[in-house]
């Protein structure tokens, strides 16, 4: 073995929309920061601005339009057939908003990674910003873990954690969040193709020692 001279990963990445995440690490890529490649883009959504920004990074991309779907179960198949072309080490997903079926998670187990902008295992679901601020939290924040049948319930690998201001609005408090999920998404991802994170029965290892439920915490005040 020359592990010096391995092939860089291969990464899919799954997105819904803008696609800011997806940049971040493709970005951390051509740095070769990561030891990877973003070798496909699939979104659901056709017309969205990540599918602009893979196209101006000459990373392939298609649609898989869940509205033309009967079933999830149909739709997940198509995914996974169109992943499976790219033989990818790790899928992503990257503000991809929906739901996959158990096959899929099974079929990707332990080589799927999210991120959720909530300090999981807080505020699970849709409009995080807004529930976090209702319910009078002074912190809120962002995490990567990886996919498990249950609903952002997959253990956790990294959270950044970020005030909550008097005068935050839903934006600026989103706003404040997405810098850093451009910080720590990169880096967890990182930490993946060198092989320090795994999830071994459902927890999530570094260096081989288990990750406290809060995934390692960063601080940014
Ligand atoms: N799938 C599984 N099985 N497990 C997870 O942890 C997943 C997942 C798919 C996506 C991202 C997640 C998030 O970070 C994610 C995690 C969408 C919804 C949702 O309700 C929930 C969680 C997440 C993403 N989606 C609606 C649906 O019916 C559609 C909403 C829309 O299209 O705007 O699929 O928050
Ligand atoms: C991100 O803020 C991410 O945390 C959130 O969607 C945004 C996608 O931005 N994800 C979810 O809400 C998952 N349900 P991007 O497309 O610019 O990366």
Redesign the pocket.
Known sequence: MHPEQAEPARIVVLI?GSGSNFQAIAEACKSKEIDGEIIGVISNRPGVMGLDRAKQLDIPCSVVDHTEYSSREEFDGKLIHEIEQYGPDLVV?AG???????D??RRFKGRLL????SLLPKY???H?HKRAMEAGDKEHGVTV?F????????PNIIQAVVPILDDDSEASLKTRVQQQEHVIYPIAVKWFVEGRITMIKGDAYFDSEALPETGLQLNVN
């Not at 999210?114 to 902008?117: A, G, S």
């Not at 996919?147 to 997959?154: I, K, P, R, T």
């Open positions: 819904s997903l991809f908003m929906r739901i996959l079926t158990p899929f998670v999210n991120i959720h902008p699970k679901g849709l995080t873990h996919v498990s049948e249950d609903l952002d319930g997959g």
